[in-house]
C-alpha cells in the first residue's frame, strides 16, 4: 500500500514484485490483485504483473536472469490438450487409464497404450522430452499432485525444493528438468499457493525449470481464471505471451463481472476467482507458444489522424465463435490518453489506457 502513490505516478506497464517465499503466501497475492487494480480509476488491472521468488536467492536469481525469449514447440501434460494448437507433444489422460496421445512434428496426434500408472512415464518426460509448458489437472495439494483425477496412480510430491515421482509401487523418481519452461496447473487446487519452503510451487521453480508459472491459491470450483488464462495462451497460439494470457483473462473475469447479467452461482465464482490466480516470474519475460493457427485474426493500424492517432482494429473470424466466447483483447503498444470511439461496433468494447477489449457476447460470424 505504500508503494500505491509511486506506482500510480509512474503508471509502470510491467510490476515485479521480489519477496521471498515466506512472505509469497495467499494473502500477499490477493493484496497484488487489489493494489494492481489501483493505479486508476477503472475496476481493470493496470499492469502486467508478477510475483518474482524462488526455492532460494540462486534460484530466484536463476529465474531473474531469465532473458531469452521463449518460443514454445514441445508441450507436455497430465491432462488433454488441444494438439492443434502446439507443434508437437504428449499427454497422459486423468480420467482414463492407459491413454497416451502423442503428436509428433509435422504429424496428425495419434493415440497409444500407456502404463496402468504413468508416474514413471510423466517424471521421463519432463527429464528427457524436456517440454517447454507443461499443464496439469486434477487434485493437488501444496505438496503433491494427484496425477489420476478417475483412477488409481501415483503422485508428483516435493522435498526441499526437488520434485520427485511416486508411483503405486512406492518407487521414487526424482524430476531434474532444467530447461526453462511455463508451468500451467489450470485445474489444480492450491498449486500456486507458496505456504512455505515444502511448497510444489517452489520446487517447480527450483528443479522443474520453470520460469513462469499460475497457479491457484485456494481449492479451485469455478475455473474461470485457470482454464482461461489456458484458452489464451494455448487456443490462440503465438499472439499472447503467458502474462498477456494472464491479464487478458483477468480482463474478461472483470468485464463479465461488470457488464452481464449473472446468476448467483457465476457472480459467486468470478468474485472466487478475481484475487486467488497467481502469476510468479518475471513478468516482462516473454513465453509464447509458436506461431499457429488462431480462431480469428487481427488487424490493427495506427495512423496519424487530427493531432491524435487513429487506431483501427478489424477482427475476421476464421469460423463462427459462439455467442459467451470470451472477449478479444488487443494490447496496446503504448498507453494511452483522452480515447473516443469514431466507429461503434455492435459489442461495445471498453478502452483502457493500454488495452482494448472487445466483447463477444453475441459471437462473431466467420468471414
Not at 519452461?181 to 520453470?210: E, F, T
Not at 499472447?240 to 459467486?268: C, I, K, M, P
Request: some cysteine; hydrophobic content about 35%.
Amino acid at each position: 500500500e505504500e508503494a500505491l502513490p509511486q506506482l500510480k505516478r509512474l503508471m509502470p506497464r510491467y510490476t515485479c514484485f521480489v519477496v521471498p517465499p515466506e512472505e509469497a503466501g495467499r494473502g500477499f497475492v490477493a493484496v497484488v490483485h487489489r493494489l494492481t487494480r489501483q493505479y486508476d480509476d477503472d475496476p481493470y488491472l493496470d499492469t502486467f504483473w508478477g510475483i518474482l521468488t524462488g526455492y532460494d536467492a540462486e534460484n530466484a536469481l536463476a529465474i531473474a536472469r531469465e532473458s531469452k525469449p521463449l518460443t514454445i514447440e514441445r508441450v507436455a501434460a497430465g491432462t488433454s490438450f488441444a494438439m492443434d494448437c502446439v507443434v508437437e507433444g504428449q499427454w497422459y489422460s486423468e480420467s482414463e487409464p492407459n491413454k497416451h496421445v502423442v503428436k509428433e512434428r509435422g504429424k496428425q496426434p495419434e493415440q497409444r497404450h500407456g502404463p496402468d500408472d504413468p508416474t514413471e512415464a510423466l517424471v521421463r518426460l519432463l527429464n528427457e522430452y524436456r517440454p517447454q509448458m507443461f499443464i496439469t489437472s486434477g487434485h493437488a495439494t501444496e505438496r503433491d499432485w494427484q496425477i489420476g483425477y478417475a483412477y488409481r496412480a501415483g503422485q508428483f510430491r516435493c522435498r526441499d525444493g526437488k520434485l520427485y515421482g511416486l508411483d503405486l509401487q512406492g518407487n521414487t523418481y526424482l524430476i531434474e528438468s532444467p530447461n526453462p519452461k511455463v508451468y500451467l496447473p489450470v485445474g489444480n487446487c492450491l498449486m500456486g499457493h507458496i505456504d512455505s519452503r515444502q511448497a510444489m510451487a517452489l520446487a517447480w521453480m527450483n528443479s522443474g525449470g520453470v520460469r513462469q508459472m499460475i497457479g491457484y491459491t485456494v481449492p479451485t470450483w469455478y475455473g474461470f481464471m485457470g482454464w482461461g488464462i489456458l484458452d489464451y495462451f494455448l487456443k490462440q497460439p503465438g499472439r499472447y505471451t503467458l502474462a498477456e494470457s494472464f491479464v487478458a483473462n483477468h480482463h474478461a473475469l472483470t468485464w463479465r463481472l461488470h457488464n452481464e447479467t449473472l446468476s448467483a452461482r457465476d457472480e459467486q465464482g468470478l468474485r472466487y476467482d478475481r484475487e486467488t490466480v497467481a502469476l510468479y516470474g518475471d513478468p516482462a519475460w516473454e513465453a509464447r507458444l509458436a506461431p499457429g493457427k488462431c480462431p480469428y485474426s487481427l488487424d490493427v493500424d495506427f495512423v496519424p489522424s487530427d493531432g491524435g492517432v487513429l487506431c483501427t482494429i478489424e477482427v475476421t473470424a476464421d469460423t463462427t465463435l459462439p455467442a459467451g466466447t470470451r472477449p478479444i483483447v488487443v494490447f496496446l503498444p503504448h498507453r494511452i490518453r483522452d480515447p473516443r470511439l469514431v466507429l461503434m461496433p455492435r459489442d461495445k468494447p471498453v478502452i483502457l489506457d493500454d488495452a482494448v477489449l472487445i466483447p463477444l457476447a453475441e459471437g462473431l460470424e466467420a468471414g
